[in-house]
């Protein structure tokens, strides 16, 4: 049986890929870190479930502090190490860089160190995956594929940046198995609600629901390439069973504005999205990424992956989900 490590196991990814993980029959182990209200919505089901009992277990620790991954490297010993732990939202990274630094780009150098030493100490292999980030691409042209030169445009993006060449030079300095995926977004019924699809498909819900009036948005000009979560933690896991470590761009290879995200839920639930949604600069950034578009070509042909889910069943997805939670509630 093999044994993942998960950093990031409470976020929309970890959640996925626990449950991915788990189906192929691994044992999981997730760190989580503790905070004054519980914080394990998307994973209590596996963690409630008498049956998971001894396949997937939570370990207190942090990306702030190193003793604490050592800590969970040496009790767990895995196999394969999923580093998906970040301060991961770009608006909030302008109103706090350091920080986000300190857990994105110096977490994960903590973290490679962790897992360089458990290897020296007990010569046994653990497979790495960095979450790397489309925002690294920034500002470059559209499309953007491996050969594309970084250009980021946030604290984020520049700590992630950093946390992919820590984990490339861990990879040719030590020879160490480090996969960096260069995900573009994906979104899902779990995305954090300040996010800008799930707060429309929040709020979209809540409006039918007439339970809301307005929903306030900054630019609605920026294009992404947005994708279906529970299809990207497969690349993610694909990486990892590759003959050697790569790094790999994961996308679906289409754009749309959030203009158009918004256009597509609003119509969903037969409403007119020009009569709910306002201007506020508050959600506009000092430097603002405009359009990411990801060439998934060397994934596709060296992995074998493809995204399953279109752009209108993502929407459809997230707007039904939140239509029932506004229902509910
Ligand atoms: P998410 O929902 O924001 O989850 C982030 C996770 O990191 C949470 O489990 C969070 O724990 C944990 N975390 C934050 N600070 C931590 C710290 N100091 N120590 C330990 N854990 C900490 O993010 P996601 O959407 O699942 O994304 C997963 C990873 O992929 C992130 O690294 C993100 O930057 C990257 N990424 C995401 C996308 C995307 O579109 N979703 C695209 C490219 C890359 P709490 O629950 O305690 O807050
Ligand atoms: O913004 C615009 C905003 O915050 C998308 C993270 O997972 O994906 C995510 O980063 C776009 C931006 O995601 C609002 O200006 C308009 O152009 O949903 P977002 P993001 O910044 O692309 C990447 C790949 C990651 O790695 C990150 O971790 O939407 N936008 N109005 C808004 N954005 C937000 N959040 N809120 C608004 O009201």
């Known amino acids: 049986m093999k044994r993942a490590l998960i950093t990031g196991v409470t976020g929309q990814d970890g959640s996925y890929l626990s449950e991915l993980l788990l189906s192929k029959g691994y044992e999981v182990h997730g760190i989580v870190r503790r905070a004054s209200t519980f914080n394990r919505d998307r994973i209590d089901h596996l963690a409630l479930d008498p049956a998971l009992h001894d396949r997937f277990v939570l370990h207190y620790g942090d990306m702030a502090d190193g003793s604490s991954l ?92 950093a946390a992919h060449w820590h984990a490339v030079n861990h990879r040719e300095a030590y020879g160490m198995f480090v996969a960096n995926g260069l995900l573009f977004n994906h979104e899902s019924p779990r995305r954090g609600e300040s996010f800008v699809t799930r707060k429309i498909t929040l709020a979209v819900g809540r409006i039918a629901a007439g339970k809301q009036q307005q929903l306030a948005l900054g630019n609605l000009d920026a ?45 969903h639930v037969k409403l007119d999205w020009r ?55």
């Not at 706090?96 to 897992?115: C, F, K, M, S």
């Not at 497969?234 to 959030?258: C, F, I, K, N």
């Not at 949604?277 to 990411?292: A, G, K, N, Q």
């Open 70 to 161: 050592r800590r969970v490297m040496e009790t767990v010993a895995p196999d394969e190490v999923y580093n998906l732990a970040a301060q991961s939202h770009v608006r909030v990274s302008f109103d706090q860089p350091e920080y986000t630094a300190d857990i994105v780009a110096t977490g994960t150098l903590r973290l490679l160190e962790a897992v360089r030493e458990h290897i020296q100490r007990g010569g046994r292999q653990v497979r790495f995956y960095q979450a790397g980030s489309s925002e690294m691409f920034g500002a470059a042209n559209p499309p953007q594929s491996e050969a594309t030169l970084f250009h980021p445009r946030s604290p984020y993006a520049v700590s992630k940046l």
């Open 223 to 267: 294009r992404r390439d947005w994708g279906f979560a529970g299809d990207y933690v497969d690349a993610m896991w694909r990486m990892l069973q590759a003959d050697q470590p790569d790094d790999y761009v994961v996308a679906t290879g289409e754009s749309h504005s959030v203009r158009e995200f918004v256009e597509l839920a609003f119509d």
């Open 275 to 329: 009569k709910h949604v306002t201007f506020d600069e508050r959600y506009t950034r000092p430097s603002e990424v405009d359009h990411l578009l990801g060439d998934p070509t060397k994934v596709r042909t060296k992995l074998g992956w493809a995204p399953k889910v279109s752009f209108p069943q993502l929407v459809q997805m997230m707007v039904e989900a939140d239509l029932e939670i506004a229902r509910r509630g």
